[in-house]
DNA sequence: TCAATAGTTTAGAATTATTCTAAACTGATA
DNA sequence: TATCAGTTTAGAATAATTCTAAACTATTGA
């Protein structure tokens, strides 16, 4: 819990009661890529002691400092990545699911330049999967 | 008009006028990524001869049939390729467009292999863009 | 210790892209 | 030309997300 403190002091995040229970969650170990519904579903299962709204302004401040990827590959729904590690995705349409490629199982050896006046700010590969 | 009834006929769908209006408008020869609300502001510019739930059911159509591709990397809104041959994108969150990357600009020397029982149905490349 | 306050949480309303429904319409066919 | 499957449509419904504004709380400095 201590750790968990620390984490969100350093970007500056007030340790209130929900987002130590939400980075708590989040923050385990394990990666894991959560949907704002999926994490509100799974913090409320016993008590409620977050709100979905808090739900959804926690990971966006997550985002902004860095704790959380934001993906966007499927219209109405947003997921966020605890691994921020770089690394590309397999995505099963079908199943909602997204997996995890390392990012040493690829390799991109031949890439475009950006256009002129932008710079790239990431590189992602989705593979989508099917049956 | 006559090529557009063509590729309608082609595909089963029959050349009604909301079709073949659509139709003319997608595949005049430049590649284009629309979204259903561009694409029927385009259209009802003048005149009102398709509405909002057609241009939806169009474009899934067209889909089905591959005459477009479903592009989804921004939430809240699909956009729709008229290039269906195998390319990349850049994509300028800002400013919310879509630009093609020609297949020949990128190189995946290694791919992962997909997961037990599924296969690989697409591989998109999506660079994102920042200022 | 505690008051002040900036930051945070919240319920519920609003927004918005998209899908659904069911009735009206129309292109193809015989 | 009648028939009917396929198509279009307005408007309602859905659903993820954002907004609002009032209540709450962690932090801080007196
Ligand atoms: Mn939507
Ligand atoms: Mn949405
Ligand atoms: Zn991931
Ligand atoms: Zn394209």
Redesign the interface.
């Known amino acids: 819990m201590q750790r968990i403190k620390e984490i969100l002091r350093s970007k500056n995040l007030r340790p209130t009661k929900q987002r130590v229970l939400i980075a708590d969650h989040l923050f385990d170990g394990t990666d894991k890529h959560v949907t704002a519904e999926s994490l509100f579903r799974e913090l409320s299962s016993n008590k409620r002691d977050v709100s979905l709204a808090t739900v959804y302004n926690t990971l966006h401040e997550f985002c902004k400092k860095e704790l959380l990827n934001k993906i966007?590959?499927?219209?109405?729904?947003?997921y966020f990545d605890t691994n921020t590690s770089l690394h590309h995705h397999?995505f099963?349409e079908k199943d909602k699911i997204l997996?995890d490629?390392?990012n040493e199982?690829?390799?991109?050896?031949?890439?475009?330049k950006?256009?002129k006046?932008?710079?790239?700010?990431?590189?992602?590969?989705?593979?989508?999967?099917?049956?």
Chains 1, 2 share one sequence.
């Open positions: 966007t590959l499927d219209a109405d729904k947003v397999f099963s997996l490629i390392k199982d690829v390799k991109i050896s031949l890439m475009p950006a256009p006046g932008k710079k790239i700010k990431k590189v992602e590969l989705v593979i989508h999967l099917e049956d």
